[in-house]
Nanobody, 121 residues
Framework: QVQLVESGGGLVQPGGSLRLSCAAS????????MGWYRQAPGKPRELVAVITSGGSTNYAVSVKGRFTISRDNAKNTVYLQMNSLKPEDTAVYYCNADVWPMGHPTMYDYWGQGTRVTVSS
């Protein structure tokens, strides 16, 4: 059983910063890509940023230059540093990971439960 647990969401004023964390736990052999997605009210879920096991990153155009994704492979944890936040960044942020469970020959796609980020004055 593998779980992803996010933390770090909350209420922040425009221009402020937040750091999200997502820790994967359970019987894990290895993790390939880890990423962050978000879903605003009435909108589909969208990719925010993704990072490979080797550290290559990719960002949505809307967050490039403001958000930074990083990971600690030893801790099976991915982070999202969000700076210069805007009201349009308000959403529920979800962690995603491509996990190879221990003893399984197949990679599985796991999601966290989501953490809410609200950017408002």
């Amino acid at each position: 059983q593998v779980q992803l647990v996010e933390s770090g969401g909350g209420l922040v004023q425009p221009g402020g910063s937040l750091r999200l964390s997502c820790a994967a736990s359970g019987s894990i052999s290895s993790i390939d890509d880890m990423g962050w997605y978000r879903q605003a009210p009435g909108k589909p879920r969208e990719l925010v940023a993704v990072i490979t096991s080797g550290g290559s990153t990719n960002y949505a155009v809307s967050v490039k230059g403001r958000f930074t994704i990083s990971r600690d492979n030893a801790k099976n944890t991915v982070y999202l540093q969000m700076n210069s936040l805007k009201p349009e960044d308000t959403a529920v942020y979800y962690c995603n990971a491509d996990v190879w469970p221990m003893g399984h020959p197949t990679m599985y796609d796991y999601w966290g439960q989501g953490t809410r980020v609200t950017v408002s004055s």
